[in-house]
């Protein structure tokens, strides 16, 4: 998939990762597949010829049979329709899916909170059925909602249009009271809460292991920003895909409740710069080669640009 040219100090770096990649018991092409209409579809029309997906993902050791299968699956879970033109095959997110995505995206790709004032948000799920409930404490996880107890979710500071887009798309808007809050005991106690409701030293080591992984690339591309177009892909593809995985299980809770030297910080610092430094390569990879039912792939749309703080087009 690298454009033919010179090999560069991030190729290098690259091939350690997707040998270590591909070299996992499981590849979990769902979750890779996901990542790359999050990332480079969705913010460009969010449609794909088949055939282009798997081409993209045939370098992270991806089978065709394995992107068909996935595909159908993450369809049969209404993430993703099909629409046939001709003997193609061409896929887009469902409504529901889009609103997934927007949650996740502001998620991931969002500055950090740089205060808070104090307040919790609170949803009390008192009367839910065993099905409904586990569907709401999973999809509020997402959004970074930590169980206090099995009917209580709590978290300090969460995007309220993603909270209300689903709480409407699980059909629980009026089953579920929300509240907000304060605390007004000891100091110490909510970072003992929080503790208890995420596993943050869990995380934090993740974080740690996922710098440990991509220093390697940041360095490179700090050394010799040239890169291959089909390399920026695979790299921010990989990048995305690992910090997501981490993400979305972290409630971003403010610094007053973290660890001390909590790794997500910097974890978001290499994840910006590798991004920043990789996506306008990326871009024209995705441009040259992905076809969509009207031709190759539309340009990025304006809240593309508003990733990490801002990509910036120009040097």
Known sequence: MK?????????????????????RPTIRAGSLITT?????????????????????????????????????RLA????LESEQIGRRSYYSLTADGRDRFRAAT?????????SWDGQWRLLLLPGLAAAKRDAVRRECGWLGFGALTTNVLAHPSPDDQDLDSTLDRLGVRDAVVVLQSRDVGEPGGMQRLAANAWDLDELDRGYRTFVERFDAARGA???DPGVNTGSAFLLRTLLIQEYRRLLLRDPQLPAELLPRNWYGAEAYALCRELYRGLFRACDAYLGDTVETAGGPLPP??????????GLRTRE
């Open 221 to 223: 591309l700090a050394k």
């Open 300 to 309: 990025p749309d304006s809240d593309y640009y508003k990733r990490f703080g």
């Open 3 to 23: 454009a033919n040219h010179a090999t560069t100090p991030v190729d290098a770096a690259l091939a350690g990762l997707i040998e270590e990649f591909r070299a």
């Open 76 to 79: 049969k879970d209404g993430w």
């Open 106 to 114: 502001h998620r991931i790709y969002g500055e950090p909170r740089p």
């Open 36 to 72: 790359v209409f999050g990332d480079s579809i969705a913010p460009r029309g969010g449609s794909v010829w088949l055939g282009s997906l798997i081409a993209l993902l045939k370098d992270f050791g991806v089978s065709e049979r394995l992107v068909r299968t996935s595909v159908f």
